[in-house]
């Protein structure tokens, strides 16, 4: 059973450029949370999703990102017109339910972009 | 405000110590608290969950303790190796909602020979 698989693992963009993540939960998994890291800093939330649908993005900004993750195929995070501050390690994590349930969530090894 | 604080933010120790690292939270209400090992490049692994009514939990060598009252969760590790090398995250999930995961800024942990 693979674990969640996120690709490219590196992302270098230039300013300007859309950038586009993907995340393939683990099988049977139909949750996915994206999270954004920052050098020296925690994780981040950014936005939470079942199949079809998005439950809360409330931790991704306004502009620029959307995420999906649609019926059949990978979920995907993307950033228009990319920011030197848009340079961060980006993690997809994975559960078999809502983690209020207690569900373990299961994280991919991340994509880190670098805006030049 | 739902924070989690964690300390120290570093700690350097010889290889076969043992050391305690610690997690302030302000989660409320609280389900359960996680603690994740996250080596450099990688994504974090789970190394124990505990809900309100455990006090403690132990995966190998690693020994988590819940105070729910003080709102204190501790790690222990004992007999440390060079891969205990990493990043330890303190994470705590809300009883509401469904963004309810709380992360630590994490306390990064070398083992040096």
């Known amino acids: 059973n693979a674990g969640v698989m996120q690709n490219p693992r590196h992302l270098v963009r230039r300013r300007g450029q859309e950038a586009r993540l993907r995340c393939s939960p683990m099988?049977?998994?139909?949750?996915v949370y994206w999270y954004r890291q920052l050098p020296e800093e925690g994780l981040k939330f950014m936005v939470y999703?079942?199949?079809?649908?998005?439950?809360?993005e409330s931790g991704m900004p306004k502009e620029r990102f959307s995420a999906e993750f649609p019926k059949e195929g990978p979920s995907i995070l993307r950033i228009q017109q990319v920011v030197r501050g848009d340079s961060a390690a980006y993690f997809c994590?994975?559960?078999?339910?809502?983690?209020?349930?207690?569900?373990?969530?299961?994280f991919g090894p991340g994509t880190r972009l670098t805006v030049t | 405000k739902n924070q989690v604080e964690q300390s120290p933010q570093s700690l350097i120790i010889l290889e076969g110590k043992n050391c305690t690292l610690q997690?302030?939270?302000?989660?409320?209400?609280?389900?359960?608290l996680r603690w994740y090992k996250q080596d450099t490049g990688r994504g974090p692994v789970s190394l124990t969950i505990?809900?309100?009514?455990?006090n403690t939990k132990s995966n190998g060598r690693y020994t988590a303790t819940l105070d729910a009252d003080t709102k204190q969760s501790s790690l222990h590790i004992t007999a440390s190796q060079l891969s205990d090398s990493a990043s330890y995250i303190c994470?705590?999930?809300?009883?509401?909602?469904?963004?309810?995961?709380?992360f630590g800024t994490g306390t990064r942990l070398t083992v040096i020979p």
């Open positions: 997690c302030n939270y302000t989660v409320s209400p609280f389900s359960n």
């Open positions: 999703l079942q199949k079809e649908n998005i439950i809360d």
């Open positions: 994590a994975s559960s078999p339910g809502q983690t209020i349930a207690h569900y373990e969530q299961y």
């Open positions: 994470v705590v999930s809300a009883d509401r909602g469904a963004n309810n995961l709380f």
């Open positions: 099988k049977g998994h139909s949750h």
């Open positions: 505990m809900t309100f009514s455990e």
